[in-house]
């Protein structure tokens, strides 16, 4: 019982490794014993390559690699939220639990994003019927036969790292005549651009559920001139966010994919992870990172906005490093909204090690705990000097047409967030 992972790299998929569960614990899935060894041919081809890592930090060679879970790479790639409900649907499997991840993975990881897959999970081509595609009218309006062959195809939330949680979300493909399919439905010299498509949370009827996806287009709008880094503008239409991949690039017919891991992924934390601390993830990003002073700013300065836009839904997965070739670095911003508005209460998952439920982040000591990766007077001052941007931030979102109400519950803590980042300019003794 095994499963080969395939990696893109030079313009086609290459056979990397093979992974196998342990027997006696597969009914444990992501909790169990198992072992990972690259191809011999891929290693061979590949000795010592960091671009041809599966990830970052497992060099490519002969050993064999035994471990106590799943590599946490691998989560990212199963089917989670509503995705994993419409997968379980599919193979018609009624209870849901860790007996079923094995299966998951090997039906369900046939297109994930990033530019790894797993081989006996893709999908073979989609019946005649639906090679001409879907209007994007079908799309917004979710029509029955665009749901029942997005759910056929694996379209719904096919899972990684940009795709995880409980909203409906779609990954798919617009061809070069505008119609839409199921990512792998299509040749690569076919495609024009690959998107996510988001529908709201939980119950449609909840207008909140709604008012959180209006506002993630305006939000990555913020990020984008408060200088966070992000990439093409989202588009809102009739209850549908449609959002372009950026782990995907298309040009001249070709298509390159980008690797991607989550946080979780690269900072080794196993299982569907849980609450880490800010610290751990700074470090892990240091460790990958080919700038790692220009990402940890990066960081920071995504985590000043989440706090001061209350963007609560932190986790792990919500974050991620993108490979282009050799260079590594935080991918763009993704899964920006106010989540605090969401009707289920999504607390603030990720935290720095003396931040209370509540309270602001004690940025000076922040500073002194990551003075091994950025010199703690330099990024105080920087911090410092961030206070009159945050406090900008009201102006800002008018300027990029956040909804009023939205904005009206955020005044108070946009104020707090600048004064404690105002309190960190270090003291200068005369």
């Not at 390159?256 to 601390?277: C, D, E, F, H």
């Not at 969401?342 to 602001?360: A, L, T, Y």
Request: glycine share 8%; net charge negative; proline share 7%.
């Amino acid at each position: 019982m095994k499963f080969h992972i395939q990696i893109y790299r030079n313009d086609q998929w290459h056979t990397a490794a093979v992974f196998e569960p342990d027997p006696q614990t597969l009914d444990k899935g992501v909790e169990g014993g198992c072992r990972l060894e690259y191809d011999h041919d891929y290693a061979i081809e590949n000795i010592a390559q960091a671009s041809a890592e599966l990830i970052p930090g497992l060099p490519v060679g002969f050993e064999l690699h035994r471990y106590q879970h799943w590599p946490p790479f691998l989560v990212d790639l199963l089917p989670a939220g509503a995705g994993r409900r419409a997968w379980l649907k599919r193979m018609q499997i009624e209870n849901d639990g860790p007996q079923v991840e094995w299966h998951l993975l090997t039906k369900g990881a046939g297109h994930p994003p990033g530019s790894l897959r797993i081989a006996e999970a893709v999908s073979p081509p989609p019946p005649d019927q639906f090679k001409i595609g879907f209007p994007r009218k079908d799309i917004i309006e979710q029509r029955e036969d665009f749901i029942e062959y997005a759910e056929e195809r694996g379209a719904y939330v096919a899972g990684a790292s940009s795709v995880q949680g409980e909203a409906p979300k779609y990954m798919l493909v617009e061809d070069t005549n505008g119609m839409f399919h199921a990512e792998g439905a299509l040749s690569d010299d076919r495609i024009k651009q690959f998107w996510l498509v988001k529908f709201p949370r939980g119950r449609r009827s909840e207008e909140r559920n709604y008012q959180v996806l209006r506002n993630e287009a305006p939000y990555l709008e913020v990020a984008r001139e408060f200088g966070v880094r992000v990439e093409a503008p989202l588009t809102y239409e009739d209850g549908t966010l449609f959002v372009p991949r950026f782990d995907r690039k298309v040009a001249d017919g070709h298509v390159q994919r980008l690797g991607m891991q989550s946080l979780y992924a690269i900072a080794g934390i196993p299982g569907y992870g849980a609450a880490v601390r800010h610290e751990v993830y700074c470090r892990a990003i240091a460790n990958v990172a080919n700038k790692p002073e220009n990402e940890i700013r990066e960081y920071l300065l995504r985590d000043i906005l989440n706090l001061a836009l209350r963007n609560t839904d932190n986790h792990g997965r919500n974050t991620a490093i993108l490979r282009d070739g050799a260079q590594i670095a935080l991918s763009p911003l993704f899964d920006f909204a106010p989540m605090f508005l969401d009707p289920e209460g999504i607390s603030r998952v990720s935290r720095w090690e003396n931040e209370r439920p509540g309270g602001q982040p004690e940025w000076a000591t922040i500073c002194e705990n990551l003075k091994d990766i950025l010199d703690p007077k330099e990024t105080r001052e920087w911090l410092a000097g961030l206070s009159g941007q945050v406090l900008a931030l009201p102006d800002l979102m008018k300027q990029c047409r956040v909804e009023e109400g939205v904005m009206q519950m955020l005044f108070r803590r946009i104020k707090d967030v600048a004064n404690a980042l105002h309190e960190t300019k270090p003291v200068v003794i005369a």
